[in-house]
Nanobody, 120 residues
Framework: QVQLVESGGGLVQAGGSLRLSCAASGSIFNIGAMGWYRQVPGKQRDLVASITRSGSTNYADSAKGRFTISRDNAKNTAYLQMNSLKPEDTAVYYC??????????????WGQGTRVTVSS
């Protein structure tokens, strides 16, 4: 079992920055890749960025050049630094962790979400 707790969301003006954090607890040694997704009402949850345990990253086109994902394995925490925020970045942001068992990827865990609102 893995528990994910996000923090750092809030209200920011366009052009501003926010840093989201996702703290993992539980069976942390079985966590592989971690990622950030976002969702607006009526739409699917979309990947924003992901990072492997070794630090390889992947970004959605909308996030490239503005967002940076990182993780501190010693603290069991993933981060999403968001700069140059736009109103269209407004969404609920969810942390995701991929859980591995002895045979490979097993399931995904999700945090409760943190709301980001960017005003124009």
């Amino acid at each position: 079992q893995v528990q994910l707790v996000e923090s750092g969301g809030g209200l920011v003006q366009a052009g501003g920055s926010l840093r989201l954090s996702c703290a993992a607890s539980g069976s942390i040694f079985n966590i592989g890749a971690m990622g950030w997704y976002r969702q607006v009402p009526g739409k699917q949850r979309d990947l924003v960025a992901s990072i492997t345990r070794s630090g390889s990253t992947n970004y959605a086109d909308s996030a490239k050049g503005r967002f940076t994902i990182s993780r501190d394995n010693a603290k069991n925490t993933a981060y999403l630094q968001m700069n140059s925020l736009k109103p269209e970045d407004t969404a609920v942001y969810y942390c995701n962790a991929q859980y591995y068992n002895a045979y490979g990827p097993d399931r995904d865990y999700w945090g409760q979400g943190t709301r980001v609102t960017v005003s124009s």
